[in-house]
């Protein structure tokens, strides 16, 4: 049986594509996919850089920077944010298909498929971001989606706060839907799938934490 | 539980997590913190601000003197000027007699024809004197003597002596000859009077004033006879009762006219403070006022009495103080401005006003120039709230790179990938 890679339909209609995929034999249309996430990927990160989210930290250089010097050094964050555009889907498609190629039995081509499909629900994640952060005027850290809003209330500590902001739906549903392709995968028992799915995204929040922690910009 | 159940507590868990979120960022002195998106922001800026009225006025010559004639005392001759020739102080205008001086001659004519003839009577009574003083002396028995001589001597001819009647002859001689100069004396001073009236009366003539063309004359003779307007240009317009308050005596203007290139420059002269027209609760009273045109070459003798010219009353101008746009400057209760400060945050800033016009607001206490004020924010955003600006790609110039240091180049390319 040949599978056929539509990111969509690895959404909306998972009981479907895991049965195709459990199935496969060859694979048709990776490449076409591939290059498609990249570029939306890119897209999305273009935007939200053009809007200058996540560029806080930076914003106070205004006050000694002349107009021209400012946008000139913007432009820069955005290439900056470009970047991750590329890099962001490398890790998050190889890096991680490979981590989990390590921990588990399953074919690496598959998890690389399962991987592309959770990040098109990360993009859709970050798309949806990008109007809520410019209009409700909040920042990453108090993501409606997430849990750095109520975590602001109750906690004293910016890293943590952080990190909480990371936990949101959406990771949730990725978590969930990822439990649910490998596990079926997956020769191992359930809880050891579930509990390597769950290592691995909170090892993502913390660097993702970390990452908006130290300003890098007191570092270079 | 099945995977309807499943999904139906998932959306649930998921909409109160929203609701509790956006509750809790939109409530009142709420404790998340912000970024405000700022999508337009400002330097203080020291600036020159300038308050005018903008109005139309007129080309009109400065003064306007007229020129009254009387008729009835006066006999008018000639004009010596025609409409639009341009005068000099001191021109000749126009020539008249005066009636007064007329009679005035007449008088002293008579009084000299009558001096001349008394003169004549005297002259012909020494001659019978004369004649008399001969027969005498020659053959005095003969002698007879004219009737009227005899009365004016005084003395009995049939009783006296010869050397008496002799005597007596000469003394009425010389008394003669004295009242004959003095009469001639008479006769001359009125022929002084006389010529001198007769210079005046030729050619009594009015002079202008001042330079300026003749405006206007009138051959009917009736007042004002000859209306003439200065050479030097004013404008002239009228203001509306809200200009009025800011309208000033002295200030500056600048006019501008479609024919012109160069624009005029001058001082406001005059305001009326009286309506033009009856004052009227209907209609918008306007003040007439005249700006006076400060002469630059030639340009301001070539202007054409009424022109149109576009005209900017400069009531108020603040040079070198820090300004901002007025849409940056807000109101709740105290007028503010949002200024994103070194640390990175947005922060309220109550300000005075100053002087406000074209646009830009003076502050005379508030952020001081170079400081960064946000425009236009949409929400009243909680003070130290985080901001970020979208780029300004036509901002960006290629040799701003040369400014930076490959260290900083590579902190900002930094800064874009790795944070959030």
């Given at each position: 049986m040949?599978?056929q890679?539509?990111?969509?339909k690895?959404?909306l209609?998972?009981?479907?594509?895991r049965?195709?995929?459990?199935?496969?034999?060859?694979?048709?249309?990776l490449?076409?996919k591939l290059?498609f996430?990249?570029f939306l990927s890119?897209?999305?990160?273009?935007i939200?850089?053009?809007?200058?989210?996540?560029?806080?930290?930076f914003?106070?250089?205004?006050?000694k920077?002349?107009?021209n010097e400012?946008?000139?050094?913007?432009?820069?964050?955005l290439s900056g944010n470009?970047?991750t555009?590329?890099?962001?889907p490398s890790?998050?498609?190889?890096l991680?298909a490979l981590?989990f190629?390590?921990?588990t039995?399953?074919?690496?081509?598959?998890?690389v498929?399962v991987q592309m499909i959770?990040f098109?629900?990360?993009?859709?994640?970050?798309?949806?971001?990008?109007?809520?952060f410019?209009l409700?005027?909040?920042?990453s850290d108090?993501?409606p989606?997430s849990?750095?809003?109520?975590?602001?209330?109750?906690l004293r500590?910016d890293?943590?706060?952080?990190?909480f902001s990371?936990?949101?739906?959406?990771?949730?549903?990725?978590i969930?839907?990822q439990?649910?392709?490998l596990k079926?995968?997956?020769e191992?028992?359930n809880?050891?799938?579930?509990l390597?799915?769950v290592?691995?995204?909170?090892?993502?929040w913390f660097?993702?934490?970390?990452l908006?922690?130290?300003?890098?910009?007191?570092?270079? | 539980?099945?995977?309807?159940w499943?999904i139906?507590?998932?959306?649930?868990?998921s909409i109160?997590?929203?609701?509790?979120?956006i509750?809790l960022i939109e409530?009142?002195?709420?404790?998340v913190?912000?970024?405000?998106f700022?999508?337009n922001w400002?330097k203080v800026?020291k600036?020159?601000i300038t308050?005018?009225?903008?109005?139309k006025g007129v080309?009109?010559p400065?003064?306007?003197?007229?020129i009254y004639?009387?008729?009835k005392k006066?006999?008018?001759?000639?004009f010596?000027?025609?409409?639009?020739?341009?005068i000099?102080?001191?021109s000749?205008?126009?020539e008249?007699?005066?009636t007064?001086l007329?009679a005035?001659k007449?008088n002293?004519e008579?009084?000299k024809?009558?001096?001349?003839?008394?003169?004549?009577?005297v002259?012909e009574y020494?001659?019978?004197?004369?004649?008399?003083?001969?027969?005498?002396t020659s053959?005095?028995?003969k002698a007879s003597?004219d009737?009227s001589?005899e009365k004016n001597?005084?003395?009995?001819i049939?009783?006296g002596?010869s050397d008496l009647?002799k005597?007596n002859?000469?003394q009425?001689m010389y008394k003669?000859?004295?009242e004959?100069?003095?009469?001639n004396?008479?006769v001359?001073m009125?022929?002084?009077k006389?010529?001198s009236i007769?210079?005046?009366?030729s050619?009594?003539?009015t002079t202008s004033?001042a330079?300026?063309?003749?405006?206007?004359?009138?051959?009917?003779?009736?007042n004002p006879i000859?209306?003439i307007?200065?050479?030097?240009?004013?404008?002239e317009g009228?203001?509306s009762?809200?200009e009025m308050?800011k309208?000033e005596?002295?200030?500056t203007?600048?006019?501008?006219?479609?024919d012109s290139?160069?624009?005029?420059?001058?001082t406001?002269?005059r305001?009326h403070s009286?309506?033009a027209?009856?004052?009227?609760?209907?209609k918008?009273?306007?003040f007439p006022?005249?700006?006076l045109?400060e002469p630059?070459?030639?340009?301001?003798?070539l202007?054409?009495?009424g022109s149109?010219?576009?005209?900017t009353?400069?009531t108020?101008?603040?040079?070198g103080v820090?300004?901002?746009?007025i849409e940056?400057v807000?109101?709740q209760?105290?007028?503010h401005?949002?200024?994103l400060?070194?640390?990175g945050?947005?922060?309220?800033?109550?300000?005075t006003k100053g002087?406000?016009a074209?646009?830009?607001?003076?502050?005379i206490k508030?952020?001081?120039?170079?400081?960064?004020?946000?425009?236009e924010?949409n929400?009243?955003?909680?003070n130290?709230?985080?901001?970020i600006?979208?780029?300004q790609?036509?901002?960006?110039?290629?040799a701003t790179?040369?400014?930076f240091t490959?260290r900083?180049?590579?902190?900002?390319?930094?800064l874009?990938?790795?944070e959030?």
């Amino acid at each position: 049986m040949v599978y056929q890679v539509r990111l969509l339909k690895g959404i909306l209609e998972p009981y479907r594509s895991r049965y195709q995929l459990q199935n496969a034999e060859a694979v048709t249309k990776l490449g076409v996919k591939l290059l498609f996430l990249y570029f939306l990927s890119l897209i999305v990160f273009a935007i939200g850089g053009y809007f200058g989210i996540g560029s806080e930290s930076f914003s106070k250089e205004i006050t000694k920077m002349s107009v021209n010097e400012f946008e000139a050094a913007k432009l820069l964050i955005l290439s900056g944010n470009i970047i991750t555009g590329i890099i962001d889907p490398s890790i998050y498609i190889f890096l991680a298909a490979l981590f989990f190629w390590i921990v588990t039995d399953i074919p690496y081509i598959k998890l690389v498929i399962v991987q592309m499909i959770l990040f098109g629900l990360q993009l859709v994640e970050k798309t949806l971001l990008i109007p809520l952060f410019v209009l409700m005027d909040i920042g990453s850290d108090a993501n409606p989606f997430s849990l750095g809003i109520i975590s602001q209330y109750v906690l004293r500590s910016d890293y943590f706060i952080h990190l909480f902001s990371e936990i949101t739906i959406f990771q949730f549903l990725i978590i969930a839907l990822q439990y649910f392709y490998l596990k079926e995968f997956s020769e191992r028992n359930n809880y050891l799938v579930l509990l390597m799915i769950v290592l691995f995204y909170l090892a993502t929040w913390f660097v993702k934490a970390f990452l908006a922690y130290i300003q890098v910009g007191v570092f270079v | 539980m099945s995977g309807k159940w499943k999904i139906a507590a998932v959306s649930i868990a998921s909409i109160v997590l929203i609701t509790v979120n956006i509750y809790l960022i939109e409530k009142k002195e709420s404790k998340v913190e912000r970024t405000v998106f700022v999508e337009n922001w400002t330097k203080v800026k020291k600036d020159t601000i300038t308050d005018t009225i903008q109005t139309k006025g007129v080309i009109k010559p400065v003064e306007e003197y007229d020129i009254y004639f009387d008729t009835k005392k006066n006999d008018f001759k000639k004009f010596l000027v025609k409409e639009g020739d341009s005068i000099t102080a001191g021109s000749s205008l126009f020539e008249y007699t005066t009636t007064e001086l007329d009679a005035l001659k007449a008088n002293l004519e008579a009084e000299k024809t009558a001096a001349e003839g008394e003169i004549a009577g005297v002259e012909e009574y020494i001659g019978k004197l004369r004649s008399y003083q001969g027969t005498l002396t020659s053959d005095p028995e003969k002698a007879s003597i004219d009737e009227s001589v005899e009365k004016n001597l005084n003395i009995d001819i049939t009783t006296g002596s010869s050397d008496l009647i002799k005597s007596n002859i000469e003394q009425e001689m010389y008394k003669q000859e004295l009242e004959k100069n003095s009469l001639n004396e008479k006769v001359k001073m009125l022929d002084a009077k006389l010529s001198s009236i007769e210079e005046q009366s030729s050619a009594i003539v009015t002079t202008s004033e001042a330079d300026g063309v003749v405006k206007n004359i009138n051959k009917n003779l009736n007042n004002p006879i000859i209306s003439i307007v200065s050479t030097n240009m004013a404008i002239e317009g009228d203001f509306s009762e809200e200009e009025m308050k800011k309208a000033e005596v002295g200030m500056t203007i600048k006019a501008s006219s479609s024919d012109s290139k160069k624009a005029l420059k001058g001082t406001i002269g005059r305001i009326h403070s009286y309506p033009a027209e009856e004052p009227s609760l209907k209609k918008d009273n306007r003040f007439p006022f005249q700006a006076l045109i400060e002469p630059e070459g030639e340009e301001t003798e070539l202007l054409l009495v009424g022109s149109k010219v576009n005209l900017t009353v400069i009531t108020n101008e603040k040079a070198g103080v820090p300004s901002v746009p007025i849409e940056a400057v807000h109101y709740q209760k105290q007028p503010h401005v949002y200024k994103l400060t070194k640390k990175g945050y947005v922060d309220k800033h109550y300000i005075t006003k100053g002087l406000k016009a074209e646009g830009k607001q003076e502050i005379i206490k508030g952020p001081s120039v170079g400081d960064v004020i946000l425009m236009e924010p949409n929400v009243a955003v909680k003070n130290h709230s985080y901001f970020i600006t979208p780029i300004q790609f036509e901002k960006v110039k290629a040799a701003t790179y040369k400014k930076f240091t490959s260290r900083e180049k590579v902190r900002y390319l930094l800064l874009g990938i790795l944070e959030k």
